[in-house]
Nanobody
């Protein structure tokens, strides 16, 4: 079992930055592919970024490419999402997820563990 806890969300003006953290407990987080999803009101949960276990290959959705960076610190059992140049369209609840797959899974299916989510609100 892996428990994931997100933190770092908040209210920021457009153009600002936030760094989300996802701390894992229960097992070594580095054994898992980690991902950040987001869900805005009335919309489906969508993949934002992912980092594949062991190799560290990263994936970004087109909407955040060049603005967001996913990284992990295995010593701290934590994955981060650095979000720069935030836009109002980035407003959503952001979820951390973990999968034992050695590839990026674009849909929520296949991610065995989820955090509770952290709210990110970007004002214009």
């Amino acid at each position: 079992q892996v428990q994931l806890v997100e933190s770092g969300g908040g209210l920021v003006q457009a153009g600002g930055s936030l760094r989300l953290s996802c701390a894992a407990s229960g097992r070594t987080f580095g054994l898992y592919t980690a991902a950040w999803f987001r869900q805005a009101p009335g919309k489906e949960r969508e993949l934002v970024a992912a980092i594949i276990r062991f190799v560290g290959t990263t994936y970004y959705s087109d909407s955040v490419k060049g603005r967001f960076t996913i990284s992990r610190d295995n010593a701290k059992n934590t994955v981060y999402l650095q979000m720069n140049n935030l836009e109002p369209e980035d407003t959503a609840v952001y979820y951390c997820a973990a999968s034992q797959a050695s590839q990026v899974l674009l849909r929520t299916t296949g991610y065995e563990y989820w955090g509770q989510g952290t709210q990110v609100t970007v004002s214009s």
